[in-house]
């Protein structure tokens, strides 16, 4: 199967290379890797363009943007353009993070997956983070959700539910998208991803209120946005950023923000969250 990575990029000289080293030495080489270098001020292009000469099926591609980091919006609209230049004749398409290891046979496994089942829409492994020495799992999220920083789609569900939402909760709607067009997701707890920068380093108050905004474009409902805002806000041992996630949520809803999904997805989607939390509560 062939494979195309889209890497989105803005300032990243400390860790692109070791990003590109663990892909370019993959069991299974990538078909295209694109990397979106987004105004970066620092030698990320330079480092890139290392990688460009030297090999053939890697390409950067620059991009003009705000340095601002909302998180979705610039790094969605940086992938898109990635995307421009992909061959069309891909079988997966990936969207990874700038600041990753990979193990040699990530793509390798990945593929296979894909392979063993014909409805598995999305697949990806775990992101481990360094602390004290060692890298353990950075647990922001379910173990049945896919991070945004390593996504792979097979082309037919990637296409279905529409791409990819420059918003905050991109990489949630794609997930209950795929389960609402009967796809599979896919996580294999054997793919362990060492993720040098920790999710969410620089993001400022406005981000965070931008969490309790998405989980209102998801179509959540009051109910579900509380409980999911104080999961979240106790895996990051920051009970007070509760507070932001819901008045994120209510300034959205006082400015009616347009849903990321439609009213019969919204549904699917409640009902869904509602049925994984009784699940849980009851086993």
Partial sequence: MKYSIIIPTYN????????????????VTPTQIIVVNDNSTDQTGKIVDEFVANYPYISQVHKQSDAI????????????????????????LV???????????????????????????????????????????ENLTDKDHIRGALKAYRKE???QIGGLR?????????????QFYGWKIKTDPSLKVKHLKPTGASYNQAARYKQGEAFYTLGY??????????????????????????NG?????????????????????????????KAKLFS
């Avoid at 979705?72 to 079988?91: L, M, N, P, R, T």
């Avoid at 923000?257 to 699917?268: G, I, N």
């Fill in 12 to 27: 990243e000289e400390a860790f692109i290379r070791l990003t590109l080293d663990s892909l370019v030495n993959q069991t």
């Fill in 69 to 92: 980091h909302l998180p979705g919006s610039k790094v969605i609209q940086a992938f898109h353009e990635g995307e421009k230049y992909c061959i069309s004749d891909y079988d997966i």
């Fill in 95 to 137: 969207k990874v993070d700038a600041d990753l290891i990979f193990p040699s046979n990530y793509f390798e496994k990945i593929i296979g997956h894909f392979k063993s089942d014909s409805t598995i829409g999305m697949a990806g492994g775990f992101c481990y983070i360094e602390k004290n020495g060692e890298w353990v799992l």
């Fill in 157 to 159: 569900a990637y296409f």
């Fill in 166 to 178: 420059p918003h905050m909760g991109w990489d949630t709607v794609d997930e209950l998208l795929c």
């Fill in 221 to 246: 409902g009051f109910w579900i946005t509380a409980i999911a805002s104080l999961k979240l806000a106790m895996r990051k041992k920051k009970p007070l950023l509760l507070l932001d996630y819901l």
């Fill in 249 to 277: 949520f209510w300034k959205a809803k006082r400015e009616q923000k347009a849903l990321l999904v439609t009213p019969e997805q919204a549904r699917f989607i409640r009902n869904y969250r509602w049925q994984k939390m």
